[in-house]
Structure formats: C-alpha cells, structure tokens
C-alpha cells in the first residue's frame, strides 16, 4: 500500500512559481510510475506530467512551463516526486493530484487517471491574474 500526500499549493500572481511536492509512505517510490494531475471546479481531471522508467511526459498546455521530478530513497526519508511549476497563468488554477502507478504496458507514457492504482488528496493551486 501507497500513501502520497501532496503539499506546496497556494496562491500566487501570473508569472509566478511554485513547487509541489508529493511525499509517499509505504514503499519505495523507485519502481513506480508517477504523475501529477489537476482539476478545475466543473471540469475532468486532466493530465499534466508524468515520470517512469521511459521518460519524462507533459500535457501540451504545460511543457516547458513545468517540470517532473523524483527523489527515490530505499529508506522512504526523500521518497518524494515534485512538480515546479514556472510562468504561471489563470489558467493552471486546480486542484493538484499527486497518483502512483506500480503496473502499466510498457508503451504507455502514463498519462491516463486509470492507469493509476493510488492517489492523494490534493492541494490547490490559485493563480490570480
């Protein structure tokens, strides 16, 4: 079993930055897929990075704005995945999922919500204009 528990959100200006940070428990995060996700208030949760053994995936809206990392550690003390978040707009206002992916096909960039197995609660991101 997987907790992920997300953290970094807030509200900041267009143009500005922020890093989220998702912290697991329970095992190691090195063999798993992660990604981050968001949800805007009406709408589906949508796709916004993800990293695994193949590489690193964007969703279109944010590449070269974002960027995906992780910090695996055996001893769970830095089990941690990131997403910095540079230049951002109204538009990137959500709520922010961190979700972890122990099995997947190998061909898969991971970048659907029902390849992944555990997720966290979320932490909101408000970007003002």
């Known amino acids: 079993q997987v907790q992920l528990v997300e953290s970094g959100g807030g509200l900041v200006q267009a143009g500005g930055s922020l890093r989220l940070s998702c912290a697991a428990s329970?095992?190691?995060?090195?063999?798993?897929?992660m990604g981050w996700f968001r949800q805007a208030p009406g709408k589906e949760r949508e796709f916004v990075a993800a990293?695994?053994?193949?590489?690193?995936?964007?969703?279109?809206s944010v590449k070269g704005r974002f960027t995906i990392s992780r910090d695996n550690a055996e001893d769970n003390a830095k089990n941690t995945v990131y997403l910095q978040m540079t230049n951002l707009k109204p538009e990137d206002t959500a709520d922010y999922f961190c979700?972890?992916?122990?099995?997947?096909?190998?061909?898969?960039?991971?970048?659907?919500?029902?390849?992944?197995?555990?997720w966290g609660q979320g932490t909101q991101v408000y970007v003002s204009s």
């Open positions: 329970g095992h190691s995060l090195s063999s798993y897929g």
């Open positions: 990293v695994h053994w193949r590489g690193e995936y964007y969703a279109d």
């Open positions: 979700a972890a992916a122990g099995v997947w096909p190998d061909t898969s960039p991971l970048t659907s919500p029902v390849e992944y197995e555990y």
